[in-house]
């Protein structure tokens, strides 16, 4: 099975606060990415990754950056977090490099409260 | 980008009922998931099913993708079917719906 964790379940930070998510994934997935979730406004896209030291700006990347040093692991950054920051963030990986096309598997999800 | 339409946006049933969530999207789609979020928030792989019908225990999809549009059928629902079912479907990206809340009970 498809094993996607990411780092907290829940994390509390303070405006102006720089803030680090980790996503691994374990099946050698090629695809990585990293969602929003907000009620009202669903899952957003914010970046996405096909390689290693690549990167794509999704349809909300403002305010956010990423790293994808290995294979297995997308951070998701927060240079200066603010209170609109808050959210619930979804990492999900992919197996090939095909275009969108192929079946995404969800972490756990983390809760993030900007104060 | 394909816009994704879920119906009904709320359902309450009785526990041994059986249901059907519809999906409708804009465009032709390479990919279509269903998804159930759990209370905990994390997303639940259901079926990723582009075309035609696949069946898991209780549950069974089938997406027609020549008329855009996909159906999860729940059967004798449980009280643990509760939570949000999200469809998503993508030509390049995944797409998601609004989600049905799904309220199952006793």
């Known amino acids: 099975d498809v094993k996607v964790t990411q780092s907290s379940r829940y994390l509390v930070k303070r405006t102006g606060e720089k803030v680090f998510l980790e996503c691994v994934q374990d099946?050698?997935?090629?695809?990585m990415f990293w969602y929003r979730q907000d009620p009202g406004l669903g899952l957003r896209l914010i970046y996405f990754?096909?390689?290693?030291?690549?990167?794509e700006k999704g349809d909300i990347p403002e305010g956010y950056s990423v790293s994808r040093e290995k294979k297995e692991r997308f951070s998701l950054i927060l240079e200066s977090a603010s209170t609109n920051q808050t959210s619930m963030y979804l990492c999900?990986?992919?197996?090939?490099?095909?275009?969108?096309?192929?079946?995404?598997?969800f972490g756990p999800g983390t809760r993030l409260t900007v104060l | 980008g394909i816009q994704v339409e879920q119906s009904p946006p709320d359902l309450i049933l009785q526990e041994g009922a059986n249901s059907t969530l519809r999906c409708n999207f804009s465009?032709?789609?390479?990919?279509l998931q269903w998804f159930h979020q759990n209370p905990w928030g994390q997303l639940i792989n259901l079926f990723y099913?582009?075309?035609g019908t696949k069946q898991n225990g209780r549950l069974s999809a089938t997406t027609v993708a020549t008329e855009r549009y996909s159906l999860l059928y729940i059967s004798s629902s449980q009280t643990t079917d509760s939570g949000v079912y999200f469809c998503?479907?993508?030509?390049?990206?995944?797409?998601f719906g609004e989600g049905t809340q799904l309220t199952v009970n006793p």
């Open positions: 999900a990986s992919s197996l090939l490099r095909t275009s969108g096309a192929d079946e995404q598997f």
């Open positions: 099946m050698d997935h090629e695809n």
């Open positions: 990754s096909y390689d290693v030291k690549m990167k």
């Open positions: 465009d032709s789609v390479n990919n």
């Open positions: 099913i582009p075309s």
């Open positions: 998503a479907g993508s030509g390049s990206r995944l797409t």
